[in-house]
């Protein structure tokens, strides 16, 4: 059974770019949540998709939106890049509404310069 | 706001010591707790994951231990080897979704 997958592996852009991060989940798992990691703030929390719907979000800007389609895939979108935006950004796959085991997958490093 | 801490932010033992890693909560009213390793440059490995209902959970040199009333957790290491070297995190799931509020890690170093 695949693991989550993200792609791409590497990124590197320009100040003012706008990104795009992809993440299929396992197999059969309909939630998908976003990660932000870097040295100073650790790991935090981005947004959450089930069903093709947000359910949460966590405190970040407008800049950082994403969404989710019928096959239960995600993308995350970050526009007019800031050298702060700088991190790994990790996807977690989940069974189904709440409560159940994060899968995670390897993560996008974004390096924004 | 939910608040998570872990207990050394980094911790160096000899091969084959058993040891301890600790997690405090500030909001008991979790709905689950997962502990995870992650290696450099890496994402999360699950290692364990304890529903609110539960006081336990073990896998093979693994054990972690939930007391939500104390809003703690440990995460048990038994025989630790150099493979085990890495970061440890614990996260908190809430009543809302699958979000979860992470520690912020404790670095492992196993020395052969």
């Known amino acids: 059974k695949a693991g989550v997958t993200q792609t791409p592996r590497y990124l590197i852009k320009t100040r003012g770019q706008q990104v795009t991060l992809s993440c299929s989940p396992i197999?059969?798992?309909?939630?998908v949540s976003w990660y932000q990691q870097t040295p100073g703030q650790g790991l935090q929390f981005l947004f959450e998709y089930f069903s093709e719907t947000q359910r949460n979000k966590g405190n970040f800007p407008g800049r950082f939106s994403g969404r989710q389609f019928s096959n239960s895939r995600s993308e995350m979108n970050v526009s007019t890049l800031e050298l702060g935006d700088s991190a790994l950004y990790l996807c977690?796959?989940?069974?189904?509404?709440?409560?159940?085991?994060?899968?995670f997958g390897q993560g996008t490093r974004l390096t924004v310069v | 706001k939910q608040e998570v801490t872990q207990i050394p932010a980094a911790l160096s033992v000899p091969e084959g010591e058993n040891l301890v890693l600790n997690c405090s909560f500030t909001d008991s009213a979790i709905y689950n707790l997962q502990w995870f390793r992650q290696d450099p440059g890496k994402g999360l490995t699950s290692l364990l994951l304890i529903q609110s209902s539960q006081r336990e959970q073990t896998s093979g040199r693994l054990n972690a231990s939930l007391d939500k009333s104390s809003g703690r957790s440990t995460l048990y290491i038994a025989a630790s080897q150099p493979g085990d070297s890495a970061t440890y995190l614990c996260a908190v799931g809430g009543n809302a979704g699958n979000m979860l509020t992470f520690g912020g890690g404790t670095r492992l170093m196993v020395k052969p």
């Open positions: 197999s059969g798992h309909r939630s």
């Open positions: 977690a796959s989940s069974l189904d509404a709440g409560g159940t085991e994060a899968f």
